[in-house]
């Protein structure tokens, strides 16, 4: 991981700048405010502000003023409700921002996610880092079988290593190929003073997808979990969902009553057809039930099969 001199006096700077506020605060998320989490082998998260908390969501959802003499069982009580019956609204009253360093194939599979504000670092206008992703030899695997977006086998070490090394080597020729197109370095200086240099926005297409990029991404908690639901999850791919399980950790510092909520009643919760609903009301009342008496198609069979019986 890797910060510029500019980004490192800035970080600097914010974590020695003392404030006083009414506003809600959270003293966990104050605790790593500013602070860089690494992600990957060059990327990181940092928490660069936030607005609300747990009870900005009862507030929105009480439209009261202030925390007043509310138990935190209440709180809960009516956080738990709100998730429960798919209120959303009142979690949109809290928000955060962060700035993530991340390779631009996982911010081409994150910016889909179009709930967010965001601003990416432009290499219109500056010189991206010789910085690339290359994953670890755990996480080489070769094309699942049964899953078209999926990984399946890991590679052997010989395979890996060779795999690994065609990642290296094509991202270090491209980056050189594109310093040379731009006729320029990071400090402004040009090798070669007889030529004019092709045009940022033009040579940055020369770049590999496992070149990393910035960009600062504020949310409201809403949309947030609607992220995470998807991207923490198992099934996701493992180099946005190494991100996502880091915000995870930072979302339950932030709001841990809506994150227990959300926790329960999405991220380790199941969503059932009104078939499958019938099944399992027929299964509690002792009734044996097939295939063809549930009017589910066999891979929803399966799939609730599968969610019943595992541990």
Do not use: C
Not at 136 to 159: F, H, I
Not at 230 to 238: I, V
């Amino acid at each position: 991981m890797k910060l510029s001199t500019e980004q490192d006096t800035e970080i600097s700077a914010a974590r020695a700048e003392i404030r006083q506020t009414s506003r809600p605060t959270v003293a966990a998320l104050e605790a790593v405010l500013h602070h860089v989490i690494p992600v990957l082998d060059h990327g990181f998260i940092r928490v660069v502000d936030y607005m609300g908390d747990d009870s900005s969501v009862v507030q929105a959802a009480r439209v009261s003023y202030g925390r007043g003499t509310r138990r935190i069982s209440e709180d809960r009580t009516l956080i738990r409700y709100l998730m429960s019956h798919w209120h959303s609204t009142p979690f949109e009253m809290a928000e955060i921002k962060l700035h993530v360093k991340l390779p631009i194939f996982v911010a081409r599979q994150w910016i889909r996610h179009r709930m967010a504000s965001v601003n990416e670092y432009s290499a219109r206008y500056s010189i991206l880092d010789r910085e690339f992703y290359l994953p670890a030899y755990e996480n080489m695997a070769a094309q699942s079988t049964t899953n078209r977006q999926g990984r399946g086998v890991v590679l052997g070490p010989d395979e890996a290593a060779q795999v690994l090394e065609i990642l290296r080597t094509d991202a270090e020729r491209n980056y050189d190929h594109y310093v040379w197109m731009l006729n320029e370095s990071a400090d402004g200086s040009r090798p070669d003073d007889e030529r004019a240099g092709l045009a940022r926005e033009l040579a940055r297409m020369n770049l590999t997808l496992n070149s990393y990029t910035q960009w600062y991404w504020k949310s409201d908690l809403h949309n947030l979990f609607g992220f995470l639901r998807l991207r923490a999850d198992p099934h996701a791919q493992y180099e946005i969902r190494a991100y996502a399980d880091e915000i995870l950790k930072l979302t339950e510092a932030w709001v841990p009553l809506s994150y227990e909520a959300f926790r329960d009643y999405r991220m380790e919760a199941a969503s059932l057809s009104k078939q499958a609903l019938a099944v399992i009301r027929k299964i509690v009342s002792g009734n044996n039930v097939s295939l063809e008496e549930s009017g589910m198609t066999k891979r929803e069979w399966d799939a609730l099969n599968k969610l019943i019986h595992e541990k």
